[in-house]
DNA sequence: CACTAATCGAGACGGTACGTCGCGTCTTGTG
DNA sequence: CACAAGACGCGACGTACCGTCTCGATTAGTG
């Protein structure tokens, strides 16, 4: 994953369009010399490594290309800026990819709660989580990419939430929004903080206020 | 408060420390010309302005100055960076002069909730904080400046809940670091996402999910 | 010549020699997008300009890059700091370009005397060089420069000298050295005292000084 | 010499005016705490040291009002600008104070281009020197002072030149505006190309050429 | 002996230029 | 086409020095 295409269907502005033979159908694999694609991997893996060494502030597009042993028209053939491939690189699109939820309620949250302060406290995200949202106020298309990605997983635990209901497990009138928004938001702050905090005691009782909040 | 030596307290490194024996003739006390105090007042007042106009991203040095009417090297002289500056500038230290707890649990926490909700909220606050949550994992002088400012906060509505736990309101465990926290990161990602959906109505749903979370 | 290799020679510091084997294929001959040639022209003559109109000491890197269309990080590339780049404004390489001796020692010296007060009454050469003799102690990278370009006048007059000396024109110890900074040293002072006075009179004046000074 | 009345008849431009009780002709000695007469002196050597240690270029007003143990306002009350001090330090004005002309034309010569000599090899002077000129085409006032310092040298020298003419020792149309110009010209050369190849073989080479150079 | 007035130290002031850095784009020659 | 290389315009950075000013504290002479 994490490829051109996903990348493009994403970031790109109108900038990337498919070459004109592109009527039969496929994909762009037309004519001129074909990107190196070790360079992908180079550059997000350069990145993760500067980001924890440097932050995020002292990251430049010049340090990772000469990191990833490229240049840094290379990297912006393939990102729109720095922010979008430290994006990719510290929230990759796999992140999610072994998450679902189950019947008990407890451990659906509890996952949830889990999940998040695990993706924010590696040191990669850790590093590159506030320079991040300081730029998706300012570039509402990296903002869209985040909450896009997370869609699927808001629908899934809205449902969840509104056969918890049904149940009678939760109040009807809780809502999925704001139990997530406190979740994340908990994390968040953790992670801004001071990670060192957020051990499994902290997620359980997390989760356990939430979970007495919103019952009937 | 917020006046020049409460400044200095914060962000000073030594230089502008009173030495611990001035309560005697202390000669250097007021040595050479002094600050003019309009300067800093008018250097917060611009930084307010070109955050609401601007942005944080577009903020700078030398726009403050002009707008303040002075020049870098005298913004210079009183923050060591402009995030200080902004620091100040989005949360002054009267932030939360007139905040205090009453008899009501649930009055006090929605007191809580909707003050973070409006210090976040303010146009200049929503302007800056993205670009300063940025900044505080780099500074870390700035990092605990926002620390401190909470710390008697926190030690009040710790005893706060712990009252309450006597009179048997929340459970002896329930915990004043969680719950706070949860409330300002619940805050913050509103901020953060889209500071249009926090009204008194959603204040009073996350007030009632932590209130009821922590009963006993 | 005064073109960028022969800049390159006289104030570039090692990064760009070229690497004593570049007979067979240099690899690195070229690579990367070439400076642009007008910007080098543009800049010397926006330096020019600027001398003239406002003087060495008001003279700043903006102005120049300003008035050449261009920005300050360009010239930095070009020349390490503004007297370099004055330099080579107000002296270029070619500035000795027609010169020569013939046969008549009397015709030579003149040809010296003159050539050097046009040399320095230039009016873009009077506005630069008292701020760039001030720049020599400082640099001396630059004081090489001019020694050099020199270099090659120096022994044609040393021949010349010898040669007349043979004939009996001269003395025999006389000094090629001594006449020339002689002859120099009056065209300065004149330029520094005020460069009205330095008439061709004047310059006859002093040729038969000097040529009767050195007469056996 | 040296001291305030002095300096203001040079360089003061209507700011140093006797206070108005200065009818009875007292020298200004009203009213007032006198200057200490130790930053004068303190101030001068502060500068002769630095302009050896650092160069003209890297001299500093705070750098000389440290060294001298005084402030940079007490410098400005008795200089008008840095230069103005640099100028007195470098060229004191007991420079000519035992300098005088004799019977002997050559040995008269020879010690107008050794005394000058000596003047410009002073390590200060020759620190001092080529910033001095290039401020002097920048500040008349500057300008006016070193020439009227050497004026009435100026005079004696025409003097003694046209008695010379008179008693047939040089040509009868020699100008001593063109010899001293050689003479200082070629002194000054020498400065800035290298001090150390001035020496008294030097001086008595120069003197030779310039005295043949006239002789009738 | 108080009063006046200039100097002292200290250091902030407005102003201006410095030289550097990073961004995102471009223009070469070479696959 | 992509790639390595590196210059380009742009704009901000934080520092340094200039010469001036405003303090409170001396330090004389004057009334």
Redesign the pocket.
Known sequence: MADYDTLGSVFAEGAKMA?PNSDVGDV?R????????R?EQAALAAARELLVEVGYA??????V?GRA??????L???W????HLVYEAAFPDDLLKDWHLGADLRADLLGIVVGTRDAFTTPVAAAALPGLLAEFSTHPVLHNALLSRFASVFEAIDDRLRDAATAGEVKAEARSEDLLRLMIGAALIGVLLGPETLDDAWAARITDILLEGIRP
Chains 1, 2, 3, 4 share one sequence.
Do not use: E
């Open positions: 070459p762009q037309g004519a001129g010399r074909p990107r190196d694609p360079i002292r990251l430049t597009v010049a340090a290309a042993g490229t240049t840094k028209a290379a912006y053939r393939r729109p800026s720095l922010p």
